[in-house]
């Protein structure tokens, strides 16, 4: 969810469960305002994550590493979701998991689990991110990661979080769209049709919803950090973060 003109780019630095979005110090009458408090925007996060084909889940059962994901990669332990969404345990054998949270296949695991354990205890986990998907964060009822399986415009994965909360900037919306580059940035207004609302996204593109009437963008820069830090996606040059830096701890 993100910025602005006049600004240098931010190139890519990968990194794995995290995203720091880098802002560079400089003035735009569009996004020009701080998002939700940080407190408050990593509180309300919620990453219910959807599996989906490509993707790598690590399956571990509590005592009984026969019965987890074994290696893949490089003796790296894991379960790759093939092309039909399924997943290849020991003994359990085909398990359909796309479109399920890993809460969801946690419990479908334990449930199958316990032809063979009297109390099974699976911690599931993503380790590899294969599927297609956006992020919408911000000033939403449910903001988070959400998978890109069919064609979708900006609006329409602002609807999936169900709705804006009573703080949001509905008329100055951010997306970022390719690398975490100021300009890849585009402001869209989600109250007409028009714009880059109607864009078609494509992976790892984010939308924000900054908070309404914030002041200053170097606000909303400093507020927005630690809510993409929970985000999987490239952010910019050690240039830029050194600005950022110096806009963050004015």
């Not at 170097?218 to 927005?224: H, K, M, S, V």
Request: aromatic share 8%.
């Amino acid at each position: 969810m993100p910025r602005f003109l006049n600004c240098p780019t931010l190139a890519s630095l990968p990194f794995t469960v995290g995203v720091c979005l880098l802002m560079a110090a400089c003035s735009t009458p569009e996004l020009a305002a701080p998002a939700t408090s940080p407190a408050n925007a990593i509180s309300s996060l919620n990453f219910d994550y959807r599996v989906g084909p490509g993707d790598v889940l690590r399956v571990n059962v509590a005592g009984h590493p026969d019965l987890s994901s074994a290696p893949y990669k490089q003796s790296i332990p894991g379960s790759p979701v093939d092309g039909r969404g399924t997943i290849q345990l020991p003994y359990i054998g085909a398990i359909s998991v796309s479109g399920m949270t890993v809460f969801e296949i946690k419990e479908k695991v334990e449930q199958k689990l316990k032809r063979y354990l009297k109390r099974p205890a699976a911690d599931i986990a993503v380790v590899e991110f294969g599927s297609k998907r956006v992020f919408v964060l911000g000033e939403v009822q449910n903001p988070g990661m959400f998978i890109l399986d069919r064609p979708m415009t900006a609006l329409q994965a602002l609807s999936l979080t169900g709705g804006f909360t009573g703080d949001a900037d509905r008329k100055q919306i951010a997306l970022f769209s390719g690398p975490i580059a100021l300009d890849n940035l585009k402001a869209f207004d989600a109250t007409t049709l028009e714009g880059a609302g109607a864009n078609f996204l494509k992976s790892n593109d984010l939308i924000f919803v900054r908070q309404r009437g914030a002041a200053g963008w170097a606000q909303w820069a400093r507020d927005l950090v630690p809510v993409l830090q929970l985000v999987s996606l490239p952010v910019g040059t050690a240039r830029d973060v050194a600005l950022f830096q110096d806009i963050r701890d004015r």
